[in-house]
């Protein structure tokens, strides 16, 4: 029997990234993967190949819409060809998961193919193509999530399909149903919008993105609605059939009138739900809460204080980097060192275009817990590089504390909105003020510019732009 300091079941983001720094700080490491390929979810049906489609279809927009304005002239009518936009897709796909290849290779980290499955605290049986039994001292469980469903909905993967099968299609569709308005819906849903499908959004709550600052939601909306796509908000869906190639979607509006949508295709887009089928818990004493999540403290320990778990199958927003940032503080825990992380602190993007990014607290959490805050926002079509750009929609708006200037919370949308939270969360890890923001000098002309007007503007409103 081989025996390991570390067994890390599941290869997602968190997963490879807890097994490296594992083998970084000494610890004899498996990593347990039951796919033939490594990477999870995000790599292979998540976050690589939705920004792949995302940044072709952008493309094809962009040649269709703004290249004449730019004096770019194509002679010939310009057409998608879906097939090598999916190849393309599947070739950084494959691309990316061979990088994890090599980093496990590098990293001298034992591979398991199979189904990780518990005997006991320190004991895992790993089932694939043949069944073998390891120990290890320590356990990461890092099995990530699934799509969620609707009870009374039916995925037959071909029409009524998850965000896995949206990313394989063979057609455009040539009207898709999105049930949902959170991130996945939206951003696959612009994805074929642009690729000349009818696009209808039905969402339950009265905003799309409803766990976003409510100023990003209705301007994201503002945004997608010029680009076509349709909302039904405050819509609760209670049917979804299947006639030949005609989907039939039934919902009740707020005034309780039944509304019926018909579509080609239909995505169920309701969110994600932690995956743990197949691990036996039960051997290991290890508990799960009633929403399936597993059950950790600070430390993210279960209740078997040698296993711990993190990512998706844990509490908290389901994002890759949180998962990553949970992997190393798993793995320096094990190892005795003393990390932490501010979860608080962990940014939220949707790569539609314009991005939307956002980290720290929303007008609507520090007016409900009662913090006294103040507000600066500012436009990016008041930027020389947006109106160059042609990317004039969005804005940066910056809360801070009314009483010692403290940023709180900053929610971006806009052009490179993905790349500019990475500033925002570093003010606030040093618990920058607005002031100490808007003293810094940004590069002109770039977006960022947007960041520091904003801060201005929370500032004794003293953005120079306006």
């Not at 819409?65 to 010939?76: A, L, M, Q, R, V």
């Not at 690729?195 to 997608?224: F, H, N, Q």
């Not at 995956?275 to 999540?293: I, M, P």
Request: charged share 25%; aromatic share 4%; proline share 3%.
């Amino acid at each position: 029997m081989s025996s390991f300091d570390v067994a890390v079941i599941g290869s997602g983001p968190g997963g490879y990234v807890a097994a490296i720094r594992c083998s970084q700080l000494g610890l004899k490491t498996a990593l347990i993967e039951k796919y033939n390929t490594l990477g999870g979810t995000c790599l292979n049906v998540g976050c690589i190949p939705s920004k792949s489609l995302l940044d072709s279809s952008h493309h094809f927009e962009e040649s269709v819409k703004s290249f004449p304005t730019h004096g770019i002239d194509i002679e010939g009518e310009i057409k998608v060809n879906l097939a090598q936009m999916m190849k393309r897709k599947s070739e950084v796909v494959e691309q990316t998961t061979k990088g994890i290849d090599y980093l496990m290779g590098k990293n001298k980290i034992t591979v398991l193919q199979g189904v990780g499955r518990f005997i006991d605290a320190t004991h895992i049986e790993v089932v694939g193509d043949k069944t073998q039994t390891i120990e290890a001292k320590h356990t990461i469980i890092a099995t990530g999530s699934k799509p969620a469903s609707l009870p009374f909905v039916s995925i037959d993967k071909e029409r009524i399909i998850t965000s896995t099968e949206a990313l394989s299609l063979k057609e455009i569709p040539k009207h898709l149903v999105v049930i949902g308005g959170g991130v996945i819906g939206l951003e696959l849903g612009q994805v074929y919008r642009r690729l000349g499908a009818e696009v209808s959004v039905v969402e339950y709550a009265d905003r799309i993105t409803p766990i976003m600052d409510s100023s990003l939601s209705k301007e994201l909306m503002k945004v997608m609605k010029k680009q076509g796509v349709k909302f039904y908000l405050s819509h609760q869906v209670n049917s979804v059939k299947r006639t030949g190639n005609e989907i039939t979607i039934t919902a009740k509006n707020k005034k309780e009138e039944d509304i019926t949508f018909s579509g080609d295709y239909c995505l169920v887009s309701v969110g994600r739900k932690p995956y743990t089928t197949g691990l036996n818990l039960q051997a290991s004493d290890v508990s799960t809460n009633e929403r399936g999540q597993i059950e950790v403290n600070a430390s993210l320990q279960t209740s078997s204080s040698n296993i711990y778990a993190i990512g998706d199958v844990v509490r908290g927003a389901m994002l890759a980097h949180k998962a990553e940032e949970e992997g190393v503080m798993a793995a320096e825990i094990i190892a005795g060192q003393k990390p932490h992380i501010d979860h608080n602190l962990i940014p939220n993007v949707i790569y539609t275009w314009p991005e939307v990014a956002a980290v720290g607290k929303t007008e609507e959490e520090l007016k409900s817990a009662g913090i006294a805050y103040k507000s600066g926002q500012f436009s990016m079509r008041a930027l020389g590089r947006a109106r160059a750009s042609m990317d004039i929609d969005g804005f940066v708006k910056i809360l801070a504390d009314k009483t010692t200037d403290e940023v709180l919370g900053i929610h971006i949308i806009g052009a490179r909105a993905a790349d500019l939270i990475a500033q925002a969360v570093t003010a606030m890890e040093f618990r920058a003020s607005a002031e100490d923001i808007a003293r810094m000098s940004h590069a002109h002309p770039t977006y960022a510019e947007a960041m520091k007007e904003a801060a201005l503007a929370a500032t004794e409103d003293r953005a120079l732009h306006v």
